[in-house]
């Protein structure tokens, strides 16, 4: 899957649309930073509310942040991305302010997922591929 990146204030980044799924609900189109420094995925507390994860049942996780530490909730949920459907962990987070409207990817749930994922910078119009 070869995701061509947005620009976003002026920068290229590798940004794409997915959905997440919970017992209740699917939010869809949300956009997300595909982020190889981030361990886990990171989404606003309020995503988890709206597709019926009850957060009470996850377990605490501090996460590093830009500059500072978040304490947040970590509990599976079921992603897709273009197509393709897998469960895995989420870190829900409240009151943490998404600057840029877009929630983060992390390591942890994209790399183990997939065979490669190739940030190529240097093409005419950079991309992110996601290699099934």
């Not at 509310?49 to 500059?67: H, M, Q, V």
């Amino acid at each position: 899957m070869k995701f061509n990146y947005k620009l976003y204030n002026g920068f290229l980044q590798p940004i794409i649309n997915i959905s997440i799924q919970g017992p209740s609900g699917t939010l869809e189109g949300i956009k997300v930073l595909v982020d190889s420094g981030a361990t886990y995925s990171i989404f606003p507390e309020s995503y988890a509310l709206d597709i019926g994860l009850n957060l009470n049942k996850f377990s605490n996780r501090t996460i590093a942040f830009g500059k500072s530490d978040a304490i947040g909730k970590l509990g599976s949920i079921i992603y897709n991305i273009n197509g393709y459907k897998f469960e895995d962990c989420a870190v829900f987070i409240k009151g943490l302010n998404f600057e840029r409207n877009f929630s983060l990817l992390g390591r942890r749930q994209i790399f183990r997922k997939f065979k490669a994922v190739v940030f190529n910078e240097r093409a005419n119009s950079p991309y992110v591929y996601l290699n099934k």
